[in-house]
């Protein structure tokens, strides 16, 4: 008889797959992933079938840290930038606070084998986000040109923001506020 799978092991697995791939990228062996979650490469494979299948619980596990973060400050009934600007701070802020998942993350977020079933999975764990993405690329420069885009523009801004803030903390939000303003008039304009 099979012993029952633990949440705990999951979630074991999943954080030492998020160091791993931030390290080694997404060719890293799931023999590393499991030493270093303590488990043997049979017990990951009792709770992943498949690499494939890991790698996608994984960005799903790193979008569900992400999306709850930037919930916590979200104002519902704010104006656009205000939505924006708290989506942008929890981003920031949580993007500091977990270097490997965010490296992990934008591995994960550009390689095919992250299927189209996850990513819906994973809008959907905040529409809201999609909602005012789309309604800030509608605004301006932007609209004339591919979302994806607008996504990259996002997340260079953000990746240099969190990059800056973590070596500077004192000025920390000096740099999540002027980020926020050039993507806030790169929308507007």
């Known amino acids: 008889m099979a012993r029952p799978k633990s949440t705990e092991k999951q979630i074991a697995l999943l954080e ?13 062996s799931t023999a590393l992933i499991a030493k270093s979650a303590g488990v ?3 017990t990951l494979f009792r709770y992943f079938v498949t690499k494939d299948d890991l790698l996608n619980e994984l960005y799903l596990h790193i979008k569900r840290s992400l999306c709850e973060a930037m919930k916590i400050n979200f104002p519902r009934t704010a104006s ?3 939505q924006l600007r708290a989506l942008w701070n929890g981003y920031i802020d949580w993007g500091v606070a977990n270097p490997a ?10 390689s095919d084998k992250i299927t189209a079933e996850t990513r819906t999975r994973a809008y ?5 986000i999609q909602e005012i993405s789309s309604a800030c690329v509608a605004k301006g420069a932007f609209s004339k040109l591919p979302a ?22 004192e000025q920390a939000d000096a740099f999540k506020a002027t980020g926020f303003k050039v993507l806030w008039e790169g929308f507007t304009s």
Do not use: S, T
Not at 124 to 128: A, D, I, M
């Open 80 to 82: 656009l930038e205000e």
């Open 16 to 28: 030492a797959a998020a160091m791993v791939v931030a390290a080694q990228g997404l060719g890293a």
């Open 101 to 110: 998942a965010i490296k992990a993350l934008n591995q994960l977020a550009v």
């Open 124 to 128: 959907e764990l905040f529409p809201e």
């Open 148 to 169: 994806a885009f607008a996504d990259a523009i996002f997340m260079g801004l953000a990746d240099a923001a969190m990059q800056f803030a973590a070596r500077e903390p």
């Open 40 to 42: 043997a490469e049979g």
